[in-house]
């Protein structure tokens, strides 16, 4: 029975390794005694395991950074379509001439300049949710960064507001303070991991 048991999981270790899951030292560690297992190492593999496979499964429930990738999806569909309203005011409107003149200033420019950010801030909120999801439980400060990332969404959509309902540039600042915070708190969180290697 020790004989099936150990050839069953010998197997499973292989194939573990051979997609990357674990190491080879990992494997020949229940190669160490001729005829049983140990099984301080099995718990050693396991938590192996659930820190580099299963815990993925665990992060996805756990979903910190799921929000910034919904969303970030959300505001891009949205202001892609904002880029078509750029395209017909240019080429179709009627009055195109007049905002082809007046493309480079005013409230042109800012809507051009809302619609660039827009999807930039977008693919920062996705790339930021993956990795927190990816690095789930290994930055302590995740749930923070992902706010400050989704707040910093503001920007592009106070830039909107200021150009069509002649609010303050209020949204516009807080939101660029807000996602500058994030990367940089998120940087300095990834320089962190690379110290307790």
Do not use: C
């Amino acid at each position: 029975m020790l004989g099936t048991t150990r050839v069953v999981v010998s197997r499973i270790l292989k194939k573990l390794e051979n997609k990357g899951l674990i190491h080879l030292n990992v494997r020949l560690i229940f190669y160490e005694k001729d005829s049983t297992i140990n099984t301080d190492m099995i718990e050693v593999i396991f938590k192996h395991l659930k820190r580099r496979y299963i815990g993925l499964h665990l992060n996805l429930n756990k979903m910190e950074g799921k929000k910034n990738i919904g969303i970030g999806f959300l505001i891009m569909g949205m202001f892609m379509l904002y880029g078509f309203l750029l395209i017909y005011l240019r080429d179709f409107a009627p009055n195109k001439l007049e905002w082809i003149n007046n493309y480079s200033i005013g409230k042109h420019f800012e809507s051009r300049l809302a619609h660039v950010h827009g999807n930039l801030f977008s693919v920062l909120n996705i790339i930021i949710g993956f990795l927190l999801i990816q690095f789930n439980g290994q930055i302590k400060s995740a749930k923070k960064i992902s706010w400050l990332a989704m707040i910093g969404l503001l920007m592009p959509i106070g830039i909107l507001t200021e150009v069509y309902f002649g609010l303050p540039p209020i949204f516009v600042l807080i939101g660029a303070v807000s996602m500058t915070g994030a990367v940089i708190w998120l940087g300095i969180s990834f320089l962190q991991l690379k110290g307790k290697e």
